[in-house]
DNA sequence: GATGAATGAGGATTCATTCAT
DNA sequence: TATGAATGAATCCTCATTCAT
């Protein structure tokens, strides 16, 4: 008896059901929503669902693809653009930026990863191609910038971009199990950032 | 070629079946995994599996158990007991401890926690308060312990054990999900843990 | 032999599933009915018979519910209206609604009720209040109406409509039972109620 | 949990699993009664159970036809050796022995045989043969015996015998389906003798 | 394009029966 | 004999997918 939550234009359709059918798979995961969930949850018929994806499988892949989007793509041109010291850079915006990660679809996309990727190679790589090596690329490249520019230590470690994203990752995986079991990912994440610039300074 | 149909092993059943389902769940999931497979990987029909667990969830949950045992407690035995100097045993027991971890079982039970914990609470509680509460606590204690010999800094961070933990998480994660994107978790454990060191070092 | 393999006929489609359905219990009873069987009777796919009741208990009661409705009803309706004498009434309409009980549904489904009442309490309290307790009543108030008008003993018995009902149900249960062992049972219900007449006139 | 009820006597066995399953019989009907029940109930492994009974439903037969015995012959033996007037033996031993039937096994063997009698076709001959002819036939005679004796007139009722059972019969389904109803069976049955007796007697 | 009634393969669970011990 | 672990056919029910309307 769910209300559809989402209005009918037919050029956004797809859109629709695709947002309809991220909100199931954050409730239920893939494998325990039913697609006439879905369905009613965008307002529409399952045969009209059919239409536009030929199968569940297919519908979970457009989800994936649809929380991609600009987000990293974003970050990258601030990356490039600012004007910012790095270290400032690194304590403001680009911590701002990871600390909402937790908490936002992505979130949620990491769930369904883990729960699904085992059986969607091709998703998974599109999903690292697009989000977390050009995430990666865009911090080592910043980093690098940083000891161009003589405000980082050359020693600096290759792990680097995986180390930041450490306690965004806990944070994550914490949100998902952990629901009710408190934890402070803003100061986890902050500190970590700070513990790595204190490190990685000149 | 004449398998004995029947082996009458009462004792060992459950281990036996455990297992198999465990092998069946860390390759596809628990949800994708038909009782029949797990019966028929333990070398047992369908019917004696259900003479032993009640129902599919309940045979998940002993899988989840099964695993828990004794790891931590190991550990925690090693902490209250060890000759070494703080800074020593981290970089030796534990840091060894904490890199088995992405490659051990615990790795799939994290997997499976994170796609059907949301629909078993009780199962999530048991772990949180047998592995993850236990683990945190005694890294905490042994930090203190530290401190409290002048081995470190009294301002060490609360977050301490999540930070330690956050390397580990991030390469079960990615062994779960980017299984072929090659990542050293070794030493981005190891460095994370240095890096720690360094800041709370006395 | 092109049958149509779809037809979309919501409308009828409970009153043919409870039709076949009671066919098929009529024959074996609920338990050793399996709901294939049902389906197949009705032309319809298993799917479809779940598409309409839950289980096939809620079938079941659908089934019984099925076969109750309006007629003790139009009994009573009858006793209400009658213009006979009471004592005409009783060997006419009266004797000959209960003549025709059991070779009725109402037998099978008193067989239903016999071997699954027990399960289903709520089944049976439906029953006794549509059926039974409504019968008896109908029963009790028409021969008050006889014995207020003279053409009836006050001293009637009070258990009178049970032993009006009492060989109807030996037939009905005869019936079930010793299908092959002849026993007319119309004659026997009209003995019944010549003797009971005989012994409450006036 | 349930305690076995039945002591272990070699020679006793198949009584006692009998009696056991009887029991178990009584309390869920045949098709919802697990073989594993009758065997606890019994104090007896499965495999011993399958030792004396080849199959659960021959041990059904063997419920049932235990519980026909000496019953009737009995009655047949005093109808045939007492001195009392017919109207005497009616309206004592005779009533006295209709009345215990809906409280008797004899009940539970109707509803068995109400519900599973239909695929048991030699059974319900059996139980017809040796029951209800058996006590129709000794009413028949003794009824005869009565008109030689000009204690009773002649022209009664053939169906007499049947309209003497009709009252039990409903007394034993009332008792079945309608248990929380109350019902006075042992006045019902006794009204019916009596309003018998008055048509009959010379 | 839309709809949702209809399908049917698939999967969990039960329980009568067997058989090694 | 006696046991009860082990079997597997049978059955209910779900849900992704199809298709007449």
Redesign the interface.
Known sequence: MTEPRYRRRKEDRPKEITAAAFDAFAE??F??TRVDDVAKRAGVSKGLLYLYFKTKEELFKAVVKSVVIRRVDRLIENVETTELSSDNFIRGPLLSFLQKIPGSPVAIV??L???????HPDL?DYY?ENV?AKGLAAISAFVKRGVDRGEFRQSS?S?LP??I???V??SI?WG???KD?Q??TD??IA??ID??L??IKA
Chains 1, 2, 3, 4 share one sequence.
């Open positions: 239920k995961g494998a325990a990491i769930r990863l883990i729960a699904e990727g085992p059986r998974v690292y977390v470690v792990d995986h180390l994203l450490a306690p990752m806990l995986i998902i199990i952990f079991k934890l402070d100061t986890l500190t970590q513990m790595i204190t490190h």
